[in-house]
Every structure is written in structure tokens, then in C-alpha cells.
């Protein structure tokens, strides 16, 4: 949303649809070009950026998405409103222009966010806006009300198939091989912040749940690999003065196994919101 904004008085219909970019085209990306095309109140799809711009092309036709489709750097100028879903290393070049002038970006890649938090103050700076979705989780809602008051402990386990961890640094440094395993293993004990570093493409819901709550590092976290399971499953328990809760989640792998189908369900809800007449949820 850039720094000249419409009037906060004028009516919606009377907006120019806010025009959004998206920065990959993979299992994430395509599934909101594909919502957008479909119609989603005051929002157009305007460009996109990703490391195979033909094949991006491709696939956004696909949807019937005809759009630019440009590198990272002259992404900006193309629209008001960025969704990020594209490998964490890529945030800050991704992100900066955007906020730089004013404008909103819907994060995915919230791991990253922890060693580049220099793009919130940039926000703050600017007037710009950063926007964590919900993801693959769930509750964050009753997460973020809970914090208001005091909370307790708040602690997540997740339980991953074999091929939805591989790859993961943290496997690679610490010599652990979990291709053979025939039980669940658990592979990793600590906090979120730890986890985004040696898990950076599979534990953005940890880092959602602790900036939700407690702080990344007052969060504790468990993963296992669990080699009968063919979903991912993440369960969260919070104890607070207001509220006790436990929730649990099993998500359908996408076409990418890192990431369940309900991540991108969760961008396109988070982007009706932003000129819906009737809000749910905090």
C-alpha cells in the first residue's frame, strides 16, 4: 500500500483495487495467483518475480494470470502490496523495496524475519506494513489474545514426515541421517530461534507461534521425524492467566512436502481481509 494510500473515509467500491505482487511461483505462489484471477474483493494480481521466469510464465497462464513477470529488483514499481513466498535467503532484497516506500508485504518466510529485523524498523520508518499469515498452523488468534494478559509457557511439537525434513542444515551439521529410520526420531529440542537457522524451509510456524506469543526464544520446540506419518502435524500447548489450550494440526503436503496445502489457503484469507466489510477472527 503505498505512502498515498486512499482517504480512510472513502468507501470501498470506491477504491482502486490494491494491485499485488508475488515473489515465487511455486506450490504457494500459483495457488494465490490462481485465487486472485478468480476474484478476490479490491485486489488485482499485477506481477510476479521468481528464479525461472519462463517457467513462471508458464504456470501463471496456466491460471490465467498474464502478467509481467520481472526480476526482484524491478518488482516494486508493478504493485502496492507484496505476498513473499520464495526461499528465506531472498527476504531482505525481496522485501526492502516495498517497504521502503510505504508499502505492505505479506511475510511466509517468517524465520527469516529473526535475523533481518532491521525490515521492521524500516516499516516503522516509512509507514510501511509486514504481515505474518497464519500458515500451517493454527490458533495464532487465541495465541495473540492470550498475550495480552500473561502467558505461562507455550510449547509446539511437530511431527514431520522423513522427506518433508531432508535437506535440512541442521541434519547435515549435527551427522544425523534420517533416511532409513523405521521410528519416530526425534531430531531437534530448543527454540524457534534456533530452529529457523537449522530448519529455514520447514519452521516458519514455530517463528509465527513465538512472535505471537512468548517471543521466540521462550518458546520451546520439539521436531520429529516420524517415518509412518503422511502428513505434517504440529501441536501447540499454551498455559496462560486467561486460558489453557491445546490444538493440533495435520497438513496435506502440497506438490512441495515442506509445505502443507493450507499455507496458501491462509495468504488468500489473510488477503480478503484486507477490504472485507465483515472481519472474523483478531
Known amino acids: 500500500m503505498s505512502s498515498d494510500m486512499e482517504p480512510l473515509d472513502m468507501h470501498p467500491l470506491d477504491m482502486e483495487p490494491l494491485r499485488v505482487a508475488l515473489a515465487g511461483v511455486g506450490a504457494v505462489g500459483l495457488k494465490v495467483a490462481a485465487a486472485l ?4 474483493a479490491g485486489l488485482s494480481l499485477a506481477a510476479a518475480s521468481a528464479h525461472d521466469r519462463p517457467r513462471a510464465r508458464e504456470r501463471l497462464l496456466n491460471v490465467g494470470a498474464d502478467v509481467p513477470v520481472v526480476p526482484i529488483e524491478e518488482l516494486e514499481p508493478y504493485a502496492d502490496l507484496l505476498v513473499e513466498c520464495a526461499p528465506a535467503a531472498l527476504l531482505p532484497a525481496i522485501a526492502r523495496p516495498f517497504l521502503a ?3 505492505v508485504v505479506v511475510v511466509l518466510s517468517a524465520g527469516a524475519l529473526l535475523a533481518n529485523m532491521d ?3 524500516l516499516a516503522r520508518e516509512k509507514g510501511g506494513r509486514i504481515i505474518v499469515p497464519t500458515g500451517a498452523l493454527l490458533g495464532l488468534d487465541a495465541v495473540v489474545a492470550a498475550a495480552e494478559g500473561k502467558i505461562q509457557s507455550v510449547r ?4 514431520k514426515p522423513v522427506r518433508g525434513l531432508s535437506g535440512a542444515p541442521f ?3 549435527n551427522g544425523i541421517d534420517i533416511a532409513t529410520i523405521t521410528a519416530p526420531m526425534r531430531i531437534f529440542s530448543g527454540s524457534p530461534r534456533e530452529a529457523a537457522v537449522g530448519f529455514p524451509a520447514n519452521l516458519n510456524v514455530a517463528v509465527a507461534l513465538g512472535l505471537a506469543g512468548t517471543g521466540v526464544d521462550d518458546t520451546r520446540l520439539e521436531i520429529w521425524a516420524d517415518p509412518s506419518l503422511e502428513r505434517n502435524t504440529h501441536t501447540v500447548e499454551v498455559v496462560s492467566e486467561s486460558a489453557s489450550f491445546t490444538m493440533s494440526i495435520a497438513n496435506v503436503p502440497s506438490e512441495n512436502p515442506r ?3 493450507i499455507t496458501a489457503l491462509s495468504v488468500i484469507a489473510c488477503l480478503r ?4 466489510p465483515l472481519q472474523v477472527g483478531t
Open 37 to 40: 484471477q478468480e476474484g478476490i
Open 101 to 103: 516506500k510505504g508499502k
Open 119 to 121: 525490515l521492521v524498523d
Open 156 to 159: 509446539m511439537i511437530t511431527r
Open 171 to 173: 541434519l547435515a551439521e
Open 259 to 261: 509445505t502443507g496445502r
Open 273 to 276: 481481509k484486507l477490504r472485507a
